[in-house]
């Protein structure tokens, strides 16, 4: 009844390369709350779920940067998280991950506009869990998605409204997101918070483009 | 693990997983939407040899609340009254494609059986056999006894063991697999076990027990332990007189009004548990079974989230298959 843990250190014959960096992905995370505050016309109903684990500390550096630029915004008091390992649809043919507490703030959901904050968009799977989970917790009046990285090869109809970064890669490659809060380990300067490829060392052409980064891709 | 049979085959790992996963799975019986789709298309039999109300209303409130069909069998009433063997049973059950199959027997060894004998392919719980074990009962109270560590301390409960804590379980040990199962797993888990009965009631060859053994109830509630778990007097296994009489058995093991007044005075910080379903007045006193220090009610609810904790991870996925990236 293990689970393999979140592999940390790259495999062999892989090469890793560092995407963002922290001051990168800080400058990011800026754009992304001016660019939810313009799409929401300020900060009224506005609730933040970070999906577990890593939307979690990613939703509250986005709320800490909402409270910065709207003081009427409170951050602690409209910043939650979801888990949505019971809603996975490969629960069957993996084994199951232990939950996180899902936490809503005390004002709930109903008819607020909520924000899913998550690190990687990849098959979308996860949002899709997400959104079944939401039904269980209440109904927002509407619900947008914002990601740090969107890696392509979308396996649903499912797209962001908020992205951090695109990031065109191939399905051989992985896309992980180091974070100070979710992965203490010590790190080098500049890269306590970092995003990192690892690559194959074949090179594979199956370089799946993006949405966005052919110039017409949906922006809030 | 595919099977939960004994307590003393899991692993602190594998222990402490299983109480995080429930206390997950506690948090949502307190959601207006009881229930969660992650065992959905699935089916639990609940396979009751032998008499229970609160283990199979849990066992199947679980499996409900996880979205998995619940088939509820229990001997009387069924061929087995017939004289149909487990083994026809159970396959007569698999063809019906379980996925789960929870058991009661009043054998020892009956759940074992049916997870090694290759008669199904199910998952097998052991919800209590004979005299050997009840892991989920010991689950439940462990998640209790976390609980009662993390109210009192203000830590949360996510990864918490029981290192340090005394837990004194009394009464009728001989027969009773609760205590068997309790013994492996708060040990397990870091407590420190102190079985308390009559000479009578003490098993023949328990050395290899990670517990102690004492005999005078009073001297042991003077250390001011953090939980007694008063066993159920289990009139319907004793075939001979294990003790004089009940008012004796009361004056002696029983966890009297003047005994919960001593804990009282003392300051202790102790909790009374019980398995149920109790023989109030026998082996535990009104005032103590009514006292804001009984956790009855708490292990109740706690079975429940326990219980979808084990159908959850027994369920979901083999280990043959690695996890994918987390995207």
Redesign the interface.
């Known amino acids: 009844m293990s689970v393999p843990e979140h592999a940390e250190q790259s495999p062999r014959s892989m090469t890793s390369r560092v995407i963002l960096s922290t001051p990168d992905i800080d400058r990011a995370l800026s754009r992304i709350a001016h660019e939810i505050l313009e799409s929401n016309k300020g900060s009224r109903g506005l609730v933040l779920l970070g999906i577990a684990r890593r939307g979690y500390p990613l939703a509250q550096r986005l709320a800490a940067k909402l409270e910065q630029i709207d003081p009427d915004f409170h951050a602690q008091q409209s910043t939650g998280q979801l888990d949505i390992t019971m809603y996975r649809d490969d629960l069957r043919r993996h084994p199951a991950r232990t939950p996180q507490p899902t936490v809503i703030p005390d004002s709930g959901i109903d008819g607020r506009t909520l924000v899913l904050v998550d690190d990687v968009l990849f098959s979308g799977r996860t949002i899709r869990a997400a959104l079944d989970a939401l039904v269980d917790v209440g109904r927002p009046n509407a619900v947008r998605l914002a990601v740090l990285v969107d890696r392509g090869h979308r396996e649903l109809p499912i797209r962001a409204d908020h992205v951090g970064k695109n990031l065109p890669t191939s399905s051989h490659e992985k896309v992980r997101v180091l974070l100070r809060e979710s992965d203490p380990q010590p790190r080098a300067r500049g890269h306590e918070d970092c995003v990192i490829i690892d690559s194959p060392v074949v090179s594979d052409d199956d370089v799946a483009r993006a949405p966005g980064t052919a110039g017409k891709g949906p922006r809030a | 693990?595919k099977h939960l049979l004994t307590t003393n085959e899991l692993s602190y790992?594998?222990a402490v997983?299983i109480l995080?996963?429930a206390?997950?799975?506690a948090?949502v019986s307190s959601?207006s939407?009881k229930?969660?789709?992650?065992l959905r298309g699935r089916t639990v039999v609940n396979l009751f040899f032998e008499d229970s109300t609160r283990t199979r209303i849990s066992f199947e409130t679980a499996a409900k609340r996880?979205s998995a069909d619940v088939i509820n069998f229990s001997a009387k009433g069924s061929s087995v009254s017939k004289g149909e063997s487990l083994k026809d049973t159970a396959q007569t059950l698999m063809a019906m494609s379980a996925d789960a199959v929870v058991i009661r027997h009043a054998s020892s060894g009956a759940p074992q059986q049916l997870a090694d004998s290759g008669w199904i392919d199910a998952a097998v719980i052991n919800a209590g056999d004979g005299k050997h074990a009840h892991p989920t009962q010991a689950l439940l109270d462990a998640m209790t006894l976390r609980r009662v560590r993390s109210g009192a301390t203000g830590v949360a409960s996510?990864g918490m063991d029981l290192e340090g804590m005394h837990v004194v379980i009394v009464g009728d040990v001989l027969h009773s697999r609760v205590a068997r199962s309790n013994v492996w797993l708060l040990t397990t888990l870091g407590a420190r076990v102190t079985l308390v009965a009559p000479p009578t009631l003490v098993p023949v060859a328990m050395d290899d027990w990670p517990c102690e053994v004492g005999y005078d109830l009073d001297a042991v509630l003077a250390e001011a332990p953090d939980a007694v778990m008063m066993l159920r007097l289990q009139r319907e296994r004793m075939n001979a007189a294990f003790f004089p009489s009940e008012a004796e058995y009361t004056r002696g093991w029983g966890l009297t009004s003047q005994r919960v007044q001593r804990l009282e005075d003392m300051g202790a910080p102790t909790v009374f548990m019980h398995p149920g379903p109790m023989n109030r007045g026998l082996e535990i006193s009104s005032e103590a079974a009514d006292s804001p220090r009984s956790t009855v009610l708490e292990q109740v609810a706690n079975g429940v989230a326990v219980r979808m904790a084990v159908l959850?991870?027994l369920l979901?996925?083999?280990?043959s298959?690695?996890?994918?990236?987390?995207?």
């Open positions: 693990m790992r594998e997983r995080d996963t206390d997950q799975m948090a959601r939407v229930k969660l789709p992650a996880l996510t959850f991870l979901s996925g083999d280990e298959s690695p996890y994918p990236s987390e995207n």
